[in-house]
């Protein structure tokens, strides 16, 4: 007898009806990964959503842990929810998304005083060597093909013994629903469309598997202390076991002095 070599049907995996595959060819008026364009849609549904208020942020917050007094760099903040959590928690936190849209939404929500700058992370980053305790990167390493310098730039800005926080999405989600599916141990790139108000914005990620994660953290010098699989919150409106995010605690190595 042959060995079982696929998955069962029932994968565990469970994606928001807004966002469906990309099939068609894309229409090229429409630019890809333009979270302008759908800013205030996306902050709205990030707010409450299962995946997101139930999953993802309460894994990302109880990683950081005690955070009083901290200074954090959160990379890809989008409209500032994290930024939010951690600043009610005493952090000073410092927010940067290549996104100008998504940064209104949350200048709305943090204030005129708070420090929330356009930038991308694949470039290198407009802060000092070892200005932060800590970086946290909800959701937006998945956005980029090399994590090489965007690791190397955290890693630059974090003191000696800072923490990288890191969440994305499972790779076995996108491994699971593609059909044809993907070579598991390839990277690879997927479009999905996300759908507000009957229109439809392509966003292209890159799905890699574990062991890529793994050696792209050892590889910029971190120290991998937790990798973990969130489960949903106990508060959640809906019950969910399945298949969503992973998230990786990666530390700076301490300098040499101790
Ligand atoms: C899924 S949203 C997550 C936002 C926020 N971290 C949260 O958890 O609510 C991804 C964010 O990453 C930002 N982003 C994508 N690519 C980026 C890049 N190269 N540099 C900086 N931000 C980026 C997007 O603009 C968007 O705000």
Known sequence: ????????????????????????????AIPVNDYDGFAEEYSAENESSLLNAYIERPAMIALAGDVAGRRILDAGCGSGPLTAALRERGAVVTGIDISAGMLAVA???????????????????PFADGEFD???ASLVLHYLEDWGPTLAEMRRVLRPGGRL??????P?????SEDPRPVYRETTSYTDLWTFNGKSFPLTFWRRPLHAMTDAFTGAGFRLTVISEPQT???APEPFAGISFMCFVAEAPPSPAG
């Open 1 to 28: 007898m042959e060995p079982a070599t696929d998955v069962p049907e029932s994968s565990g995996v469970q994606r928001p009806d807004w966002i469906t595959p990309a099939t068609e060819p894309l229409d090229p």
């Open 107 to 125: 200048r709305r929500r943090l204030g005129e005083d708070a420090d929330l700058r356009v930038a991308d992370v694949r470039d290198p980053l």
């Open 134 to 136: 800590d970086v946290v």
């Open 165 to 170: 926080i890191a969440s994305v999405n499972h």
């Open 172 to 176: 076995f989600v996108e491994w699971l």
């Open 233 to 235: 919150a106990p508060d």
